[in-house]
């Protein structure tokens, strides 16, 4: 769905159908999905402005426009990153997309269980969490439900960055709302997947004791915009914290 949201070619006529669903819900959906991937390029790119060379990603999904790997390898082709998903048609997708790429690999695993991803063979070849690493969050925070300890995974992932690592992070919330989250969150059902919308304080925890650079966390489009923002109802917090 975001892959079609976004223009993309990786999607499915289900994808499209319950896509067209929600922007009939809520039609500033697209406008949300725009704003978030924007968000995660400028990130990316803010990022390796700071000297981050490595990535984590998780819960990447399918390949869709302007990849990570894509973003921050035009910048430093030596970049490395690794993708993170549990959803067999996004593992495969990404790893037939990144077959010739020596840099950059797909791990197949549920990110709610960290130290799977952590300690997986193919992480740490390509990573060296030695050095400081980009940890990815984006538009993932709001699928880990209660019973999966959010705060927990969290942690866990934190823990084992190096000083000087960062977590970028977007997540769904009803703070800047129309009330419609809950009709498409009860939409997002029928796809199997569950989401939780959440406040600003609720979100702000996920960084733990990591720094929140400028602008802090706010909506999506406010953060670091490369021209004004003209609505700051995106749907989404946004951040960027620094392990000190």
Known sequence: MYDYVLGGNHNFAVDRALAEELLKIQPEVKRFVIQNRAFMRRAVLFLVEQGIRQFLDLGSGIPTVGNVHEIAQAVDPTSRVVYVDNEHVAVAHSQLLLENNTTTAMVHADITKPNLVLNDDTTRRVLDFDQPIGLLAITIGHYILPEHDPDGVFATYRDALAPGSYLALTHLTDDFAEDTSEEIIEK?????????????????????????????????????????????????????????
């Open 188 to 244: 997002l059902k029928k796809s199997q997947n569950t989401v939780m919308s959440r406040t600003k304080s609720e979100i702000r925890s996920f960084f733990g004791d990591f720094e929140l650079v400028e602008p802090g966390l706010v909506g999506t489009s406010q953060w670091r915009p490369e021209r004004d923002a003209d609505n700051d109802n995106d749907g989404l917090y946004a951040g960027v914290a620094r392990k000190r």
